[in-house]
């Protein structure tokens, strides 16, 4: 009886193991791909080359998600996928879309949704875009690193190529 609950546990372990692992790949392709628009809107919204050299550690935890212009640059990135509103918060449909159309991206778009509608809640006093957008991303990241789904700066250069 016990070997046979060790190995039941260790199979759910397994298929734990196995969906983290996942969805933090999926993350890297979504964060590849949404980082080609980086340097184009980096030059429209006047990001400095230091934050732009830093923002490349977006997942590392020795980045600090706090400068405004980062924000402003997020915008202009996520406009160019449609991935905002008019008003400056996601777009629910387009981004569980955009998520999807990675590989197996079905298994982490609707979570994505969520937790990012979850941190623009919890921010949504905030009159300004920029800044109100840069606190939604430093949440999300937070977020994202305890459920396990941020990927690793290796898997994300590992992807780059395909985009």
Known sequence: MAVRGLLLLSAVLAATSVTVDGTAEVMSHV??????????????????????????????????????????????????????????????????DYVKG????????????QMIHKCEKEYDDIKDDCDRVVKVAACFRADAKKEGIAPEVAMIEAVMEQY
Request: proline content about 1%; some cysteine; aromatic content about 8%.
């Open 31 to 96: 964060t590849a791909h949404y980082g080609k628009s980086l340097e184009e809107c980096r030059k429209e919204t006047g990001l400095s080359k230091e934050i732009l050299e830093e923002f490349k550690h977006f997942w590392s935890d020795d980045f600090e998600i706090v400068h405004r212009e980062l924000g402003c640059t997020l915008i202009c990135m996520s406009n160019k996928f449609a991935l905002l509103q008019d008003d400056a918060r996601m777009h629910h449909i387009n981004m569980n």
């Open 102 to 113: 990675f590989p197996e991206g079905d298994v982490l778009a609707d979570k994505l949704v």
